[in-house]
């Protein structure tokens, strides 16, 4: 995915040196910084600026070449903005614009009713008609650091505050609902280009476009494009159908196609299970932030006691969400992965041997009862921030805590949600190398072991 100011490439504290990498230079193919920085200077009547100043070249990540820089405006009165520019490092070849600037700015463009905090796009161009001769995006900086930075030096308190804190995020997003489910684009109404000085444009959801989420492999919008559905039963299956015949193309792929066809039919098995019983979350499309992890979560730590006889304390708030690039839309059962690391923070390789044998960071792949109680992988407190999140979420979604919304709930985040989710991911990105193929039997195997104890719901 590529990334706004993430992890990967933010101006604040990350997991990663703050170094710049000067063999990026190198390995991309990219022009020393040094030249490069004076274009980037020079873009400011491109963009309706004054000037950029205080360049400077940041960690970037697979995708994205990543610059900080400081905008002043010709406004004396308009304040001066912290900024990042995000330059695709792989730009399309011919005079083709670059889509992915629309997209970003569509949907950054929608959230901003949203009681979320996010970048905002101040100016982008699709061509490479401009001073640094590529496409790029200009978005303001957040405040904060990178959650994964103080995640384990969180208090209990805080560790609560951030639970709440992600339900109302979790809840808003969920909120925003489409008709159909599928990959986002943009309406062809938005510019290919905008400056800092272009009016105001709608924050409603009207300039998002969504479409088939496709099969094959490569970018998604080179994917031959599948029919737009409104139900999971009707997009796991309209998926499935649609990579058995893609795959039937090509004769030395025939295992991949009976792959597939088992897939199809543990979605029969599962129809036979009652997994596509009605109830909201399986037909309700709703806004998808994949990557909602600690990497894309920035946060302000402020210090409150801080007197020599009184220990330090401090007051957590979220300031802002990153890597809204590549969200989805999808029925809301499948959005509802559990936020492990909300609660267990610990490194993969702690996990049981006989689960990190074939564990790839899916947290659907862990058994639900792993987190059942405090032990060795969970603390007391860790436990706590778990319950609380569920009672939090669940009294968002369902309006009260009852055992009925409850079990609700649990039955999306660790139940059939979980299976329905592991399925989702075959019919979505389907198989192109070994550890997909690993991942298949080891869920086709799980699956068959699943079923022989289970009865119908």
């Given at each position: 995915?590529?990334?706004?100011?993430?992890?990967?490439?933010?101006?604040?504290?990350?997991?990663?040196?703050?170094?710049?990498?000067?063999?990026?230079?190198?390995?991309?193919?990219?022009?020393?910084?040094?030249?490069?920085?004076?274009?980037?200077?020079?873009?400011?009547?491109?963009?309706?600026?004054?000037?950029?100043?205080?360049?400077?070249?940041?960690?970037?990540?697979?995708?994205?070449?990543?610059?900080?820089?400081?905008?002043?405006?010709?406004?004396?009165?308009?304040?001066?903005?912290?900024?990042?520019?995000?330059?695709?490092?792989?730009?399309?070849?011919?005079?083709?614009?670059?889509?992915?600037?629309?997209?970003?700015?569509?949907?950054?463009?929608?959230?901003?009713?949203?009681?979320?905090?996010?970048?905002?796009?101040?100016?982008y161009d699709c061509t490479s008609d401009n001073a640094i001769g590529m496409p790029f995006s200009l978005q303001t900086r957040l405040e904060g650091q990178g959650l994964e930075m103080v995640h384990s030096e969180l208090t209990l308190t805080e560790r609560l505050i951030l639970a709440s804190e992600l339900v109302r995020i979790l809840v808003a997003v969920e909120n925003v609902k489409f008709q159909s489910a599928g990959r986002v684009g943009c309406s062809p109404v938005v510019s290919a280009r905008k400056t800092i000085e272009d009016a105001e444009t709608s924050t409603s959801s009207q300039n998002i476009l969504v479409q088939g989420f496709g099969v094959g492999i490569g970018q998604p919008e080179s994917k031959p494009k599948t029919k737009m559905t409104s139900s999971l039963q009707e997009l796991l299956s309209t998926q499935l159908d649609a990579w058995v015949q893609h795959e039937l193309s090509n004769p030395r792929?025939?295992?991949?196609?009976?792959?597939?066809?088992?897939?199809?039919?543990?979605?029969?098995?599962?129809?036979?299970?009652?997994?596509?019983?009605?109830?909201?979350?399986l037909d309700s499309n709703v806004l998808y932030h994949w990557d909602l992890e600690p990497r894309n979560i920035m946060v302000d730590r402020?210090?409150?006691?801080?007197?020599?006889?009184?220990?330090?304390?401090?007051?957590?708030?979220?300031?802002?969400?990153?890597?809204?690039?590549?969200?989805?839309?999808?029925?809301?059962?499948?959005?509802?992965?559990?936020?492990?690391?909300?609660?267990?923070?610990?490194?993969?390789?702690?996990?049981?041997?006989?689960?990190?044998?074939?564990?790839?960071?899916?947290?659907?792949?862990l058994p639900p009862e792993l987190y059942n109680k405090a032990g060795d992988r969970l603390s007391e407190e860790d436990l706590q921030v778990k319950q609380f999140f569920e009672t939090e979420i669940t009294n968002q979604l369902y309006g009260d805590s009852s055992p009925a919304s409850r079990e609700a709930y649990l039955d999306d985040a660790y139940g059939r949600g979980r299976w329905l989710r592991r399925l989702w991911r075959f019919a979505l990105d389907g198989f192109s190398d070994s550890q997909h193929i690993d991942r298949f039997k080891n869920f086709d195997k799980a699956w068959s072991e699943y079923k022989e104890t289970s009865s119908s719901f």
């Open positions: 995915m590529s990334n706004t100011s993430d992890a990967e490439s933010s101006p604040h504290n990350s997991s990663r040196s703050t170094t710049p990498d000067s063999t990026s230079t190198y390995r991309y193919s990219h022009e020393p910084f040094d030249t490069f920085c004076e274009k980037v200077g020079a873009l400011a009547p491109d963009i309706g600026a004054k000037s950029v100043e205080d360049i400077v070249r940041l960690p970037g990540g697979s995708f994205n070449r990543i610059i900080a820089a400081t905008l002043y405006h010709h406004d004396p009165a308009a304040a001066v903005e912290k900024v990042v520019l995000r330059i695709p490092r792989f730009a399309e070849d011919g005079d083709s614009p670059n889509e992915d600037m629309r997209t970003q700015f569509a949907i950054l463009e929608a959230l901003k009713s949203l009681s979320i905090q996010t970048p905002r796009v101040l100016a792929r025939s295992f991949v196609v009976d792959m597939f066809r088992r897939l199809k039919e543990i979605y029969t098995e599962m129809e036979e299970l009652g997994f596509f019983q009605e109830r909201p979350s402020r210090a409150t006691d801080c007197s020599p006889d009184i220990t330090t304390s401090h007051q957590l708030e979220v300031t802002g969400v990153l890597d809204w690039d590549d969200v989805l839309v999808i029925p809301s059962i499948l959005a509802r992965k559990p936020p492990v690391w909300l609660w267990d923070f610990s490194e993969d390789e702690s996990l049981p041997s006989h689960i990190l044998a074939y564990y790839d960071g899916d947290v659907d792949l």
